[in-house]
């Protein structure tokens, strides 16, 4: 029996850290809980760093910062998986595409090269407490822009 000004959250930390499964440190990044209830070799991993899972998943992107194929637009991630032009000709094969084989267009901030792909995927919105480390690198496009970069590359 738990006592009843406990939450049903607090109750489970207080329990896993009973058991040993919370860090007694917290997130160097975020100041959370550190749960250790991953592979062995994952919680040595954070406990290593002294890092939360959700932290050490932008950590990992951190390490890729200057990776064309990581695109950054406004407080959003994503990766390009490159593109697959054919991919429509395959039965089943968007399906296993990120955004269910959506073409998108973007603009690369410091190139201005408008690139397109039909295998991006989000890494989803970048913690505030991490947004320092990835500034923009690109902003949203359109067809039509690309088209016309690719005609000026040719005319
Ligand atoms: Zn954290």
């Not at 896993?16 to 209830?37: H, S, V």
Request: aromatic fraction near 14%.
């Amino acid at each position: 029996m738990k006592p009843f000004n406990v939450t049903e959250a607090e109750a489970q930390v207080e329990f896993r850290r009973g058991r040993g499964w919370i860090f007694d440190k917290p997130c160097i990044f975020c100041g959370g809980d550190i749960a250790l209830n991953y592979s062995e070799t994952m919680n040595i991993y954070l406990m290593e760093r002294c890092v939360c899972f959700r932290c050490n998943y932008w950590c990992e992107r951190m390490e890729r910062i200057g990776n064309p194929n990581q695109i950054v637009i406004g407080h959003s991630m994503y990766q390009d998986s490159g593109d697959k032009p054919n991919a429509h000709e395959h039965r089943g094969t968007v399906g296993f595409m990120g955004f269910g084989g959506h073409r998108f267009y973007w603009k690369m901030l410091a190139t201005g090269e408008i690139r397109t792909s039909n295998d991006l995927w989000s890494n989803g919105k970048i913690p505030e407490h991490f947004r320092s480390n990835f500034v923009p690198n690109a902003e949203w496009s359109t067809k039509e822009e690309y088209d016309l970069s690719k005609e000026d590359l040719n005319g």
